[in-house]
């Protein structure tokens, strides 16, 4: 490695503060509730925990793991707390070599069998199958087997949008969507000093931590963290959901750096966004799911994410036909009115005219097909000239 090389990976790395890793260790010792469906009870669990069950168990399989790092939103809140964006997700990374389906298989079946330990005394566990745990825990299970990206995650179920989720990862070509989302946080030396250590953490003794910004510069990134800056690499990697993480970074009072840059930015975003969902259908499902899981406990910014959104489509997609288009632009005011009548706040908007149309699968003849309220809204192609059916759910 020549030495231009070596000084740009050292750049990708820093050492953590004490007031960081005092962060990081409070994030890893809190109670994070795993809501059961049914009957099943509620588990609580530390990180620290999970990490160093799941670890144990998969190491007693044979299987090495690298090493685990913290990422996502909880990292960059380590490291600045006051990004005004918090975090919601726990997302753990755990790297290790996934060389057949085998061990995919042996990963999850690792992971389910974990959950027994977490759950509460008095509960027999003699009938409770992997099936059942997972049928009760787990809220979303995702395989990638390609040639640059191998990985596995597991995420485990949170009534209130704070997931743990169990990343498994020998190779990802891409793990960041912009640079102020890109840090990763090794956990190795602080699990391994709890372990270790009978003398509690002080500013004067505690493990050196390492903080990775994939973005390729730590600096870098963290000032953008700092400054609310909207900045990536290789814009036409992202994939179609960075468009939605793009309209919330703006809603939460993110810029970009310079109006040409957002203009390309925007441009590859949407034309990624309806490559990956080129169906309707296709794209309320994945917007439905966004604000689902996005904005819990902020219901009230959805709206202002979805008016975001559809300035932006309308702005800088360039690879629709108009029809399509126009379709898609009246599914985001759809969705934006439909937030504001959960905030109960159409009455106060000057006006607005909806109207709603059953799917052509609905086949109750009593169905009610129009609600009118005659009004005008920031999202005005509900009143276009053409009509788009959509489903009423």
Not at 56 to 84: I, M, Y
Not at 183 to 208: K, N
Not at 380 to 390: E, G, I, K, M
Request: charged share 25%; glycine share 6%.
């Amino acid at each position: 490695m020549s030495s231009g090389d070596a000084s740009e990976q050292s750049r990708r790395f820093c050492v953590l503060s004490w007031e960081q890793v005092q962060r990081l260790d409070s994030i890893l010792g809190e109670s994070v509730p795993i809501h059961g469906r049914g009957n099943f009870p509620t588990l609580s669990v530390q990180p620290r925990q999970i990490v160093q069950v799941v670890r144990a168990r998969l190491e007693e399989r044979g299987v090495t793991v690298r090493d685990v790092k913290l990422n996502g939103s909880a990292a960059s809140h380590v490291l600045h707390q006051d990004t005004g964006l918090g975090y919601k997700d726990l997302d753990l990374i755990f790297g290790l070599n996934l060389a057949d389906d085998k061990t995919f298989r042996l990963v999850k079946d690792v992971v389910l069998d974990s959950l027994l330990d977490f759950l509460p005394n008095g509960v027999s566990r003699d009938r409770i199958t992997p099936l059942t745990l997972k049928e009760a825990y787990v809220q979303k299970m995702v395989k990638v087997c390609k040639d640059t990206d191998r990985w596995s995650l597991i995420s485990l179920s949170n009534n209130t949008g704070k997931n743990v989720e169990l990343k498994f990862v020998d190779s990802l070509r891409r793990q960041f969507e912009f640079s102020v989302d890109s840090f990763q946080i090794a956990l190795d030396s602080l699990l391994l000093f709890d372990r270790c250590s009978e003398t509690p953490m002080s500013e004067s003794f505690h493990p050196t931590v390492l903080g990775e910004s994939m973005y390729g510069d730590f600096e870098e990134a963290l000032g953008h963290l700092r400054g609310k800056t909207i900045a990536t690499r290789s814009p036409e990697e992202i994939r179609g959901g960075g468009l939605l993480k793009y309209c919330h970074l703006l809603v939460r009072g993110f810029r970009p750096a310079s109006e040409a840059q957002m203009k390309t930015l925007q441009r590859y975003m949407c034309s990624r966004f309806f490559i990956d969902f080129p169906d309707i259908s296709d794209q309320q499902r994945k917007l439905e799911a966004y604000l689902q899981n996005h904005f819990v406990g902020m219901e009230h910014k959805r709206y202002e994410c979805l008016v975001m959104l559809r300035r932006v489509v309308d702005e800088s997609t360039v690879c629709l036909m108009g029809h399509e288009r126009r379709q898609t632009l009246a599914l985001i005011s759809a969705l934006a009115l439909r937030a504001l009548a959960e905030q109960n706040a159409i009455p106060a908007v000057p006006s607005i005219t909806c109207y709603y149309q059953p799917a052509p699968y609905v086949r109750d003849v009593n169905f009610s097909n129009y609600y009118v309220a005659h009004v005008q809204s920031p999202v005005h192609s509900c009143s276009s000239s053409y009509q788009t059916w959509l489903p009423c759910r």
